[in-house]
C-alpha cells in the first residue's frame, strides 16, 4: 500500500523560505507524476504545482509561478517543493500526491499534510 509522508512545513515570517518534502513507501514512485497542493482554512483544496515522472516537465499555479519549486529524486523516492519569497495568504495545509499524470485532475493518492503558516 503507498503511504506518502510530508515533512518541512512550520511557520515563517513573509519573505522567508520553506523546503517541503515527500517521501513515499510502498510504492516505486519513478513511473507516476507527483504534485503539491494546499488547503487553506474556510477554502477548497488548490493545485499548486506538480512534476512528472522523469522530472521532464513542470507545472504551476498562477500564483506561484517564480517563487515555488517543485523536484524530486527517484533514487530516494523523494519529492521536493521549495518556497521562496513566501506571503501570508501562502499560509495552509500542504499535502503530496501521486498521480498518473500532471494535470490537477490525475492525482488519486494523498498524504497527510503538513501546515505551512507565514506570518507578516
Known sequence: QVR??????GLVQAGGSLRLSCTVSGHVISSY??????????????FVASISWNG?????????????????DN???????????LKPEDTAVYYCARGVAT???????WGQGTQVTVFS
Open 103 to 109: 494535470m490537477p485532475q490525475d492525482f488519486a493518492s
Open 33 to 46: 507524476a507527483m504534485g503539491w497542493f494546499r488547503q487553506a482554512p474556510g477554502k477548497e483544496r488548490e
Open 75 to 85: 533514487a530516494i523516492h523523494t519529492t521536493y517543493l521549495q518556497m521562496n519569497s
Open 56 to 72: 521532464g516537465s513542470t507545472y504551476y499555479a498562477d500564483f506561484v509561478k517564480g517563487r515555488f519549486t517543485i523536484s524530486r
Open 4 to 9: 506518502l509522508v510530508e515533512s518541512g512545513g
